[in-house]
């Protein structure tokens, strides 16, 4: 699959964005809307090369966001969102089209709805995923890394393509279905988040294709759902380089939950995801693991508007391999085996000063660096500590 | 015995006083809705009437009792999931939330003049200007 260089792609789409938002000043209210956020916060994470390299607080928590939805006509609309984002070094700073795509309603009745989407649209298939970087849509201002692993951030969180949404009214409930196939251009930068600096070469999606399904069961407080993901990269090695041409296969399988209570609700994700990689690290190389996680957040209101969240997060880099002791004796010790599991434990509190300003402060206790950067290359450096702890507070506002 | 009355009495009063009813525009041709079918409305996930006249959703704001009380009694949902809903679908570009209205009396005028609109008031009068839903399982 060819694209065209990911600036120029960006730039053009910003254009469009802003030239349909102009045109658009000129219609009636009720076919364009008009939305976005601003919020601004603090984290340290040290001993770690989560945020920065200098164990400093930081600054660098910013999502601001600006959205349109055009209604062209009664089955046909047009959305599209501009973001600027920065998280120091978890994933690409600066302004990117986050979507930009055409809803074509095919069908919509009493009984059931069906939309196709054409463009760069979101994921749609996990419980945060279409909305990762829209702040107080979250429970926590640093997600779970077991699923919503930062490094992956800017593959994850949409792609350019074709995307199905079916819901239905059954006499089981409400079923949704989606189904994605498309891909992500990657950038240098966005390449060396995953792979490191040390990667001069070229990184490629070839290609993702998801599907998901919902169940909200009549008169239940639940929610249910399961998504299965498939995707591959390629690696072309620049002529001087750290690595080798290769490819990579990610699959993964998914299954969450949510049960809402007037002052509480838990909310619960499990994957499993495997990794196949060939080549890459040397010419014959080999190597096909599982990993798992799972999160489960609670959250009570504890006052009018206040809430609390409880959150516990496991990742385990090989399912085969928990302790990490395996991995660490592969690279005859250089490793140590805490680089192999991530363990995590959440405290947090949320206030709404006003229905759409609201101040976010929590506090991670982690054992376990398996989900720092780089995927394919541990931070020896940076990551020195099998414990270690990090906060932040972020002040959101939305319109 | 006497304070049971006055208990029942004030419990009896308590949902009267909050009943909520869901209110159209008089010319959308329906009587009735079930719980689900209320709840594809107020998801934004149903977009037209039977007749082809788009819905146009209307709400109270979040922390407004009637709205809580229409979430819990009409939707049997809680406030804070159909903030949720909305956010999403406002955020990831799959649609748009309610139009967020300041006072009952401005739904009733809202609904009342808008083709195609849905909303709730507490105890409507207005027949003439309003048709009351009946919302069944």
């Not at chain 1, 600027?84 to 690409?92: A, F, K, Q």
């Not at chain 1, 990117?96 to 989407?117: I, P």
């Not at chain 1, 009018?304 to 990742?315: I, K, Q």
């Not at chain 2, 300041?102 to 309003?130: H, K």
Request: proline share 3%; hydrophobic share 40%; aromatic share 14%.
């Amino acid at each position: 699959m060819n694209y065209p260089p990911l600036k120029s792609f960006v730039s053009r789409s910003k254009l469009c964005l802003l030239l349909l938002l102009g045109c658009s000043l000129q219609l009636q209210a009720d076919e364009v809307q008009w939305h976005g956020f601003i919020s601004q916060g603090l984290i340290q994470a040290p001993e770690t090369n989560f945020v920065n390299l200098d164990d400093s607080i930081s600054a660098e928590l910013t999502d601001l966001g600006v959205n349109m939805s055009w209604v062209l006509s009664d089955n046909l609309r047009l959305a599209g969102q501009v973001v600027y984002l920065d998280g120091g070094r978890r994933y690409t700073k600066g302004t990117r089209l986050d979507y930009l795509f055409l809803d074509w309603t095919l069908h919509s009745d009493f009984n059931w709805r069906l939309d196709m989407f054409l463009g760069r649209f979101k994921n749609q298939h996990w419980l945060y995923s279409a909305t990762r970087d829209v702040p107080f849509t979250r429970n926590a201002i640093v997600l779970p890394q077991s699923v919503y692993f930062d490094s992956f951030r800017d593959i994850a969180v949409g792609s350019d393509g074709l995307a199905f949404k079916v819901t239905r009214n059954t006499s089981l409930g409400e079923i949704e279905l989606n189904w994605s196939w498309g891909a992500t251009n990657l950038s240098k930068e966005q390449s060396q988040i995953l792979l490191s600096t040390l990667a001069q070469g070229d990184a490629e999606q070839d290609y993702v294709h998801q599907a998901s399904l919902f169940w909200r069961p009549d008169q239940s407080a639940w929610q249910v759902g399961v998504s299965l993901l498939d995707s591959d990269f390629s690696y072309d090695k620049a002529e001087l380089d750290y690595y080798f041409d290769g490819a990579m296969t990610v699959q993964r399988v998914m299954f969450n939950g949510r049960y809402a209570a007037e002052y509480w609700e838990l909310s619960s994700e499990w994957v499993q995801e495997r990794l196949d990689i060939s080549d890459f690290y040397a010419p014959g190389f080999k190597r096909d693991s599982f990993s798992q996680g799972w999160y489960v957040q609670g959250r009570y209101n504890l006052l009018p508007r206040t809430w609390a969240l409880l959150s516990v997060d496991l990742f385990d880099l090989d399912k085969d391999d928990r302790s990490g002791r395996k991995f660490s004796e592969s690279t005859g010790g250089l490793v140590p085996a805490y680089f192999g599991y991530q363990d995590e434990l959440t405290l947090g509190l949320t206030y709404d000063f006003k229905d759409n300003l609201r101040l976010t402060m929590e506090h991670h206790w982690v054992k376990g660096t398996a989900r720092l950067a780089y995927p394919v290359l541990p931070d020896l450096q940076y990551n020195k500590s099998e414990y270690w702890q990090m906060w932040a507070m972020q002040l959101m506002y939305w319109f | 015995m006497k304070t049971k009355l006055v208990i029942a009495g004030s419990v009896l009063w308590a949902s009267t006083a909050f009943a909520t009813e869901v209110i159209t525009h008089p010319a959308v041709p329906m009587d009735q809705l079930t719980v689900n079918q209320l709840r594809g409305i107020y998801s934004m996930r149903q977009q037209k009437w039977p007749d082809g006249t788009a819905v146009r959703v209307f709400v109270l704001p979040a922390k407004n009792q009637v709205h809580q009380t229409f979430a819990k009694e009409k939707l049997q949902m809680f406030p804070y999931q159909l903030d949720r809903i909305w956010q999403k679908i406002t955020y990831s570009g799959l649609g748009s939330a309610p139009v967020v209205l300041s006072s009952e009396q401005q739904m009733r005028e809202m609904v009342a003049s808008t083709a195609g609109a849905i909303g709730y008031i507490e105890n409507p009068d207005e027949l003439s200007t309003l048709k009351v839903i009946r919302i069944t399982q």
